[in-house]
């Protein structure tokens, strides 16, 4: 029983450390990471409260040393699944029944947590697991994860306080009540931070939540688990499944208690799993949300009153940071002929400049991507722009896979703006460019919007207003979230919500209190003071 209107504290992002050259938060993840790296540790699922074991394991390794091993997890049967639906619905009962207050508790000392104690450790099971470097990891695992964990505890109060007008005759108010039933999380591996916020965000609005993280993720995904018990997310309200995703999808889908699919992954995945709720809608007790970030081709546009260095380094950050594994990494760009020479040149220097290896070596710009189907993948679209009439590789080029899955970053520029790799997502580091004529922007901005299915995130640099105002208009469709000056990467919680449309999913703006609305099922409650007690009205006379 509620006793008072609660202030929660400010939310502010997370500073992101530097990790310099001795510097104590430098010092302490390299010694975290070295202990997790030389230990072998063993990830069993979690449902209602207890780790569940099964014997059928599968190991876990560095993308970046795959015949070392760290670890393994255990497998999911069918019967687990119906365990974690079941746990989980009975959870239900009383979380979705708690003050709002004692959810946010909860969720803000995780935060804490991971702030403090856990921040090194994160951070280096995300070294490890995603091959990220430490730059990368503490602007995902650890500053991107607190800040999703504070500011959506600020926005759930947001939301809370958005009311209806009332008069001296009825008391009109609204209360958001979780979805009833269960709902379903899967996530992707390359951010952390992603993992950890789907299936939170929606146990913060009182549901109950079934999590199926990424098999390439899983080492890290522990960790996140690790931190929620810490910090007393209550039995059965969050359960992990790990295992054929298959099974474990058509046993959640065929729950008539299924309210909510929250999904960050390929865009093929997504609509294979929106169909599947689609045949099962009559079995199910209400229209389950659905709530999805999929995949992007992601562009950079620059006009021919752009700065070449500031183009290049858009490229140079926005295409290759992660080996272009971000849902937001820059794989096209359109250059106009005027600035091309020197944007050429300032990103071949850049990309030999670049080091590649082992995260724990923290002079590495890039490392490996995340396994050997990716690796395979992109080696072949490399070998296919290689024996290409219409292409030409300007840089990079090389793959191997002998002790990690390492891909150079690879520049490819085509005659044909419509060239496969202009085109297809690829998911690594592998940026294609388009050199157009310096006065055909305009008709440049019409291929940018036609030329692919994805519209989630994308850039213009340019130094002239009119040209900006122009981008802006043509390209509304094409991105999600436009980034003007700037690489097409690194939305921060709370400042840029992030999210596309098209077959980059719902937009349903991850990190803004959209995404949590999603998660609440409205219920208006009109009480009138004085009950009429004639049916008659004055107009009858």
Known sequence: ???????????????????????????????????????????????????VKTGNTRTMSPPHNHKHIVGEYHLAEQKHVEDAISTALEARKTWSQMPWEQRAGIFLKAAELIAGPYRAKINAATMIAQSKTIHQAEIDAACEFIDFLRFNVQFMTDIYMEQPESTSDAWNRVEYSPLEGFTYAVTPFNFTAIAGNLPACMALMGNVVVWKPSDSQIYSAKIIMDIFKEASVPDGVINVVFGDPVMITETVLSSPDFSGLHFTGSTFVFKELWKQIGNNIHNYKTYPKIVGETGGKDFIVAHKSAVPKQVATAISRGAFEFQGQKCSAASRAYIPSNIWEEVKNLVIEDVNSFKQGSPEDMSN??????????????????????????????????????????????????????????????????????????????????????????????????????????ATKALQNCAGNFYINDKPTGAVVGQQPFGGARASGTNDKAGSAQNLLRWVSPRLIKETFVTPVDYRYPFLG
């Open 1 to 51: 029983m509620g006793k008072g209107f609660f202030n929660v504290p400010v939310a502010v992002n997370e500073p992101v450390k530097s990790y310099a050259p001795g510097s104590p938060e430098r010092e302490a993840v390299k010694e975290t990471y070295k202990t997790m790296f030389n230990s072998k540790v063993e990830v069993p699922m979690y449902i209602n409260g207890k780790d």
């Open 365 to 470: 710009f890039v490392t490996a991507v995340i396994h050997e189907g990716s690796f395979d993948k992109l080696a072949k679209y490399i070998d296919a722009a290689k024996a290409s009439d219409e292409a030409e590789i300007i840089v990079g080029g090389g793959y191997d896979k002998s002790k990690g899955y390492f891909i150079e970053p690879t520049v490819i520029v085509t005659t044909n703006p419509k060239y496969e790799t202009m085109s297809t997502e690829l998911f690594g580091p592998v940026m294609t460019i388009y050199v157009y004529n310096e006065d055909a922007y305009s008709e440049t901005l019409k291929l940018v919007d036609e030329t692919s299915e994805y519209a989630l995130t994308g850039a213009i640099l340019s130094t002239c207003r009119y040209a900006i105002e122009e």
